[in-house]
């Protein structure tokens, strides 16, 4: 069945949402552009600082008068339920509103990231009545135990690369633990988030304990420096969650998680056989959503005699990719997010050749393409460690090759000096399957592949320049609660 639709029939939302309503608001305009074809669908009125405080009083007051935080788990998990099954039942809609208006290919949107998403709502609603404290040791005339909380209003900052589920991640754990949440989405892909809220609120959730806000980083910095923010969770570059981290400091050191930037790379070591399998795997890590993915495969590490067979494979497999329109299944490569992002992209592998890096394939815009932004699959060999095009993310679909001669020379190769989000790891070795991650410098390590499994109880998230914290699983679901030891004297 073809999942192809007009996007012409479907109307961005723009709007924020407060109180259950969409209000459209009087902020800075910011002109909404389909990544596909370039074509003006609307204007976010940027929320300013005196929305977001309604925004935010708005959840607070929901949060403790509706009696969502003193409700029974089973019955925060009830309205979670609804939630998932009004996803399921809105699917199509939804889909083609996600992907009209972002870089999510139709068919993805339908088939992998809305059944995700309201996997996931499920999962955090399974997980209400099971949070527990802990009951600790001590003397006889005493009892101590961790009792976990809520934090109370959660400002979630969302990208603009996995929308709807970013949306979800961003809330459903943090709902079901008793917090009301104020989501911003990016201001490039603001549609899904608003829907997505007003499923939730369909579904019983309190009117106000999920709202959404539009606008950019200034919107964004109003939320992280609110008052009534009791703690942030943020996915984005690592410049920008720095400022964020600082406007944090600066309002009341409040608790923050980060999934930054990263440089992931994919290490195959030297008993490697099936390279058209492998061959397969690495490229679709780095050519996924047109390489738009903070875990992105984005550095190719083998061993020198392996490396360029694999990596003739790999071309191969990347100049096969048809860039097209997120609304047509016959495209296997979507467009870049915007022309800003493109232009920088370009930029990147401008200076990068500069320096001294060769284009092995791509390194050009696609031709004869509308007014969206394309770049062609591209992969670099030679890139010098001084270069923009090994300290930064591309964030497109870029591969830099290197070969290596002994694993130690791999192992030093892999561990970027300032990204630490995740590595993959290809060996027939069970010796080195168990010791090798040990070696590797990232919070997340695939094994003989390559992204995120659809499982909803793994944990994802980096470590040193690519952030802390982790979203999924258990201690996804714990990052929204503070845990309060209490003491009784038994007297």
């Known amino acids: 069945m073809s999942h192809d639709f007009d996007p012409n029939g479907v109307a961005a939302i723009t709007d924020h949402l ?51 935080a003193s409700a029974t788990p089973l019955e925060r998990a009830r309205v979670l339920k609804a939630w998932a099954d009004l996803i399921d039942a809105r699917r199509t809609e939804l889909g083609r509103l996600e992907a009209a208006t972002t870089t999510r290919p139709v068919a993805d949107v339908l088939t992998r990231d809305l059944v995700r ?29 961790l009792k976990p909380e809520p934090y109370g209003v959660i400002a979630s900052i969302a990208p603009f690369n996995f929308p709807a589920i970013n949306a979800i991640w961003k809330s459903a754990p943090a709902l079901v633990t008793g917090n009301a949440v104020v989501l911003k989405p990016s201001e490039l892909t603001p549609s899904s988030a608003v829907m997505i809220a007003e499923l939730a609120i369909e579904a019983g959730l309190p009117a106000g304990l999920f709202n959404v806000v539009q606008g950019a980083g200034a919107t964004g910095s109003a939320l992280v420096r609110h008052p009534l923010t009791g703690k ?36 195959v070591m030297d008993d490697a056989h099936d390279l058209d399998a492998l061959a397969a795997t690495i490229a679709g890590g780095f050519l996924a959503n047109a390489g738009q993915v903070c875990t992105a495969g984005t550095r190719l590490i083998a061993p020198r005699r392996l490396l360029d067979e694999l990596t003739d494979k790999i071309i191969g497999l990347a100049q096969a990719r048809v860039a097209g329109p997120t609304w047509d299944t016959r495209a296997t490569l979507p467009p870049i997010i915007s022309e800003k992002q493109a232009a920088r992209i370009d930029r ?59 694993e130690d020379e791999a192992l030093a190769m892999a561990n970027h000096p300032s990204y630490a989000l995740a590595a993959s790891l290809y060996t027939t070795s069970a010796a080195k399957v168990l010791a090798l991650p040990a070696r590797l410098n990232a919070g997340t390590v695939w094994v003989n592949g390559h992204g995120r499994q659809p499982d909803f109880a793994t944990p994802q998230g980096g470590f040193a320049g690519s952030g802390f914290g982790k979203e999924m699983g258990r201690a996804g679901l714990e990052g929204f609660l503070r845990f309060k030891t209490v003491w009784l004297n038994h007297g």
Request: charged fraction near 20%; glycine fraction near 12%; proline fraction near 3%.
């Open 18 to 68: 407060i109180d259950g309503r969409r209000l459209a608001g009087d902020g800075a305009e910011i002109a909404l552009i389909r990544p596909s074809d370039g074509a003006a669908i609307g204007t976010i009125r940027a929320a300013d600082e005196a929305l977001v405080d309604a925004a935010m009083r708005s959840a607070a007051n929901a949060r403790t008068t509706s009696g969502w």
């Open 117 to 145: 998403a309201a996997g996931a709502v499920r999962y955090f609603a399974e997980w209400a009545d099971k949070i527990e404290g802990s009951l600790i040791a001590g003397a006889n005339s005493g009892t101590t135990f």
């Open 348 to 406: 990147m592998l401008a200076e990068t050749v500069a320096d001294g890096a060769t284009v092995l394939t791509g390194g050009r815009r696609c031709a004869n393409m509308n007014a969206g932004a394309y770049v062609e699959p591209t992969v670099l060999t030679g890139v010098p460690d001084t270069s923009v095009g090994f300290r930064e993310e591309f964030f497109g679909p870029v591969l830099s090759v290197y070969a290596y001669d002994d």
């Open 232 to 267: 942030i969770t943020f996915t984005g570059s690592s410049a920008t969650g720095a400022r964020v981290m600082a406007d944090a400091a600066m309002t009341g050191t409040k608790p923050l998680t980060l999934e930054l930037g990263g440089k992931t790379p994919q290490l």
